[in-house]
């Protein structure tokens, strides 16, 4: 099909972004009823009646991931037919969904084992929706990169994405660990989870960047990774020895640019000790900036 002519908009691209558009719409509305349906309360009630601001804060989470995610299905070019572009993001977008909630899923039952993350978010509590949030915008974005790698609409490119996928969640699951044991050496054995629990915010904000730093550099694996839609082991080894080398650079570097750019301050003191969320907030900025220019660096 020609979309273009004379350098201009057809009618036929016209239809093809307002199937893309329509069905984006679609699927959004879908995942904010999804975040009411997950916990078991009704959406409008919690977001409009009880003000609920973690719950807003971990739907809009949700939200914000889907449509990062849908912008991986809809870049490219243009389908076939007007059946083809309909069926290639109705299959992107919810199976993109689909990764966002079994992503919060794992999240909350394996990274974040400790505490019930949807029964605090359901009472109010600030920080762990942060994380959350920051969670599934962080799977988001790696969807986002896989989807932007493989190619064609076939089973083998579904399955290289959820390869993908499952390394993504793996270097989570890693990362919280790691933080976690930081934060108990420094506390004198005290659980990371439990002070997310009783509404640590700071800390919340920091580990958010940590999350989205990791998801950021992530991206750049699709640069040097090479799509082989039937390569199975190949895609999850390449995927997982990628990772592994960015967060162990990445960390490194957060580390350093930190004492630099935060000179002077007691970090432990500051962001552990006294809540310190503007300085939280610095450091989540230095995580992400570092993972945005280290993935640029490498594209």
């Known amino acids: 099909m020609t979309f273009f002519l004379n350098n201009g ?8 972004l307002a199937i893309d558009l329509t069905i984006a719409v679609l699927l959004l509305t879908l995942m904010r009823y999804l975040q009411g349906w997950t916990v078991k309360v009704n ?4 977001l409009a009646e009880n003000d609920n601001f973690a719950f807003g804060i971990s739907t809009a989470g949700a939200v914000a991931a889907l449509g990062i ?24 977008g919810l199976f993109g969904l689909f990764l966002i909630k ?17 029964a605090l978010i ?19 974005i790696i969807i986002r990169s896989v ?6 609409l076939t089973v083998y490119t579904f399955i290289a994405i959820f390869s993908a996928f499952a390394i993504s969640q793996l270097m989570l699951v890693i990362l919280t660990r790691v933080r976690a ?14 002070a997310l629990a009783q509404g640590h915010t700071a800390l919340a904000i920091r580990h958010a960047g940590y999350m989205l730093a990791m998801a950021f550099s992530f991206n750049a694996a699709s640069h040097f990774i090479i799509f082989n839609p039937e390569a199975y082991v190949a895609n999850l080894i390449g995927w997982l020895m990628f990772s592994i080398i960015m967060l162990l650079s990445l960390s490194i570097l957060i580390k350093i640019v930190k004492k630099l750019v935060l000179a002077n301050i007691d970090l432990f003191d500051e962001v552990e000790k006294q ?25």
């Open 69 to 92: 995610v849908l912008t991986g299905a809809i870049t490219g070019e243009a389908a076939e037919s007007y059946l083809v572009e309909a069926i290639g993001m109705s299959a992107y």
């Open 181 to 194: 044991n930081r934060y108990a050496k420094r506390n004198q054995g005290a659980s990371m989870q439990d």
């Open 147 to 152: 989807l932007m790698w493989a190619e064609d």
């Open 9 to 16: 908009i057809t009618p036929d691209l016209l239809i093809i």
């Open 122 to 140: 359901v009472k109010g509590n600030v920080s762990v929706a942060i994380v959350d949030a920051a969670a599934a915008i962080a799977t988001a």
């Open 275 to 299: 809540h310190n969320v503007g300085v939280a907030a610095v450091e989540m900025a230095i995580s992400v900036s570092i993972a945005l220019i280290l993935a640029a660096l490498m594209a």
């Open 43 to 46: 959406s409008r009630h919690e």
């Open 102 to 118: 079994l992503g919060r899923f794992l999240h909350d039952k394996v990274a974040l084992n400790e505490i019930d993350k949807n």
